[in-house]
């Protein structure tokens, strides 16, 4: 009971932190007008991004208020913070990770997926990597569930980086946030049992995030 106090607590702060850092920083917000489409067309989301940028993710839904949003959060004590950090951001929790409760997960999924106004946010490398490197099982539960898959691409001119596996971006105050909202992913194989692997999926991500860092340095 005292770990899981200090791990409230400890989310408290981080929040707080996070919470100067994201109002201190200008942002700029592409590709809005797609999403919303998306969100308008009565078909679940399944919203992409890798574990390097997702704290900036988890604002714009904060700041935005968008409500039906759910992310999978680890079962592994070490990730208790951020489950709490990401309640706290008013998202929705599916308990699991693709290491550990990973048939829980499966039910989850398919089950919110059947609500045409769900968004299940992804980071498609986590829990633990290779980084920018897509799994293969939520992007098959996507196709499976007819959602539309969308990447969100993040990044800011000012940030710290974690010397972690995916080497986490942490937005530094005072500069200047970039969030672009791609297009849904066009699915060329219509035979969704014959896909064995997730390189259109990551090649799909990486091209749109690659073009919003490469935007900014102009």
């Known amino acids: 009971m005292i ?30 007008k797609e999403f919303n489409n998306a969100i308008k067309s009565q078909s679940p989301i399944m919203l992409c991004s890798w ?19 759910w992310a999978i959060s680890s079962t592994h004590n ?18 699991g990770s693709s290491t550990r409760g990973w048939e829980n997960v499966i039910k989850k999924m398919f089950k919110t997926f059947k609500n045409p106004e769900s ?14 490197e897509a799994k293969l099982g939520s992007y098959k ?7 539309h898959i969308v990447s969100i691409a993040c990044t800011s001119t000012k940030y710290w980086k974690a010397k ?39 090649a799909f991500l990486n091209i749109h995030l690659d073009q919003l860092d490469q935007k900014i340095k102009k």
Do not use: C
């Open 141 to 147: 539960i996507a196709l499976k569930s007819n959602a």
């Open 51 to 69: 574990h390097e940028r997702f704290l900036y993710a988890v604002y714009y839904f904060k700041l935005k208020k968008i409500k039906n949003v």
């Open 119 to 132: 968004i299940i946010a992804i980071t498609n490398d986590g829990p633990k990597g290779p980084p920018r």
């Open 78 to 95: 070490d990730s208790q913070i951020m489950a709490y950090f990401l309640k706290r951001a008013s998202i929705n929790l599916i308990k």
């Open 3 to 32: 770990q899981k106090i200090k791990l409230y607590l400890l989310s408290i702060v981080m929040q707080g932190f996070l919470f100067i850092v994201f109002r201190t920083n200008k942002w700029v917000i592409t590709g809005e």
């Open 164 to 202: 972690s596996w995916d080497k986490l971006r942490i937005p530094k105050p005072f500069g200047t946030i970039y969030i672009d909202f791609s297009k849904p992913m066009e699915i060329n194989n219509e035979d969704i049992g014959s896909i064995n692997n997730s390189d259109e999926l990551t």
